[in-house]
């Protein structure tokens, strides 16, 4: 776990991505967060059965994820293609995601 978490602030603090997110057990929240914050990021916990998920990276960021429902299930399309796109996920592929899960159908030569 921490080997992940050191990465994806590497990550964070080089530029390359946003955000990130962590599901992790509770017990081990408050110490992610205790580095998340070390490395002055800011951080959502948001929990979901038994673990929680963490979001960190860039303020702006993490204050859009707060604004969404709890369970990654629930989001809108859009909502889904932002968070993915913060996440530094392909960009896309999360072109493709968001027109699936609205069901689009292309006319003309697309």
Known sequence: ??????????????????????????????????KITKNELFSYVNE???????FFGKKECVEIVSTFPKELSKLSPQQDFILGTML????????????????????GNF
Do not use: H
């Open 1 to 34: 776990m921490q080997e992940v978490l050191n990465f994806y602030i590497y990550e964070i603090k080089k530029g390359t991505k946003p955000m990130a997110l962590m599901s992790v057990a509770k017990e081990d929240t408050q110490k992610c967060l205790d």
């Open 48 to 54: 979901i059965d038994g673990k929680n998920n963490i």
């Open 88 to 107: 530094g996920y392909n960009r896309i592929e999360q072109c493709r995601r968001y027109l699936n899960k609205l069901n689009y159908t292309p006319s």
